[in-house]
């Protein structure tokens, strides 16, 4: 299967730890995107990278969270001193950026997501 | 702010039934749209999308929506709905000079047999 996968597919935590999720793209996908997802919503932007560079981070991303992406391969997601409220749907994306004139294109693939539990 | 909204959170439909999904976005400047659906158990799969050209655009599975720019809208219509179109829907937004995407809430549709 080539498409995006994700590790773990289930985290249960206690209140304070620190958990780190992994996220592998399509192989050829330069973008890889985080998003969050919680019951009875959509998914949340939370940031994303273009190759190894982190270009954006939402400002609901506070600075218990940080992502990494160092060889604009996989992408790790770090949650530290973990609360209640971080209980979600952890999900990645990734596409393939292309240009055409001044506008992008970014079809976005989904993996099946990281179902974090925190107690 | 930009942002999505899809108007229904539920929708129950019987077999052979025509459905359409609003879905309103709130975007400055040029937009792409696109239009996702969750099965149960499954992760987000794309179902179809807008990127310029003709406004009416077909998906997989006998799916298509309209991009009506003056209305700021893109729903989504299934002319004879099955069981298994029973899903979660999601309509998403994307400026076209950035990378992310935003969502609406979705939509439920359970299909009776």
């Known amino acids: 299967d080539t498409g995006v996968s994700q590790d773990p597919r289930h985290k249960i935590t206690k209140r304070g730890q620190n958990v780190t999720f992994r996220c592998d793209p399509i192989?050829?996908?330069?973008?890889l995107y985080w998003y969050r997802q919680t019951l009875g919503q959509g998914p949340e932007f939370l940031t994303y990278?273009?190759?190894?560079?982190?270009?954006?981070k939402s400002r609901l991303l506070s600075d218990r969270f940080s992502a990494e992406r160092p060889k604009g391969s996989f992408s790790t997601l770090e949650i530290q001193r973990t609360e209640q409220g971080d209980s979600a749907m952890y999900l990645c994306?990734?596409?393939?950026?292309?240009?055409?004139?001044?506008?992008?294109?970014?079809?976005?693939?989904f993996g099946p997501g990281t179902r974090l539990t925190v107690l | 702010a930009q942002s999505v909204s899809q108007h229904n959170h539920h929708v129950i439909l019987s077999e052979a039934a025509s459905l359409e999904l609003g879905c309103n976005y709130s975007?400055?400047?040029?937009?792409?749209l696109f239009w996702y659906v969750q099965y149960p158990g499954q992760h987000l799969q794309l179902l179809l999308k807008?990127?310029?050209?003709?406004?009416l655009v077909k998906g997989i599975k006998g799916f298509e929506a309209e991009f009506i720019k003056s209305k700021f809208s893109f729903n989504l219509r299934k002319p004879s709905v099955q069981w298994s179109d029973t899903a979660e829907y999601f309509c998403a937004a994307q400026n076209t000079n950035a990378g992310k995407s935003t969502f609406g809430d979705g939509t439920t549709l359970t299909v009776k047999p």
């Open positions: 994306a990734s596409s393939l950026s292309r240009l055409a004139g001044h506008s992008s294109y970014n079809e976005q693939f």
């Open positions: 807008y990127f310029s050209g003709d406004p």
């Open positions: 975007y400055g400047g040029t937009v792409n």
């Open positions: 192989s050829e996908h330069n973008r």
């Open positions: 990278f273009q190759n190894e560079a982190q270009l954006e």
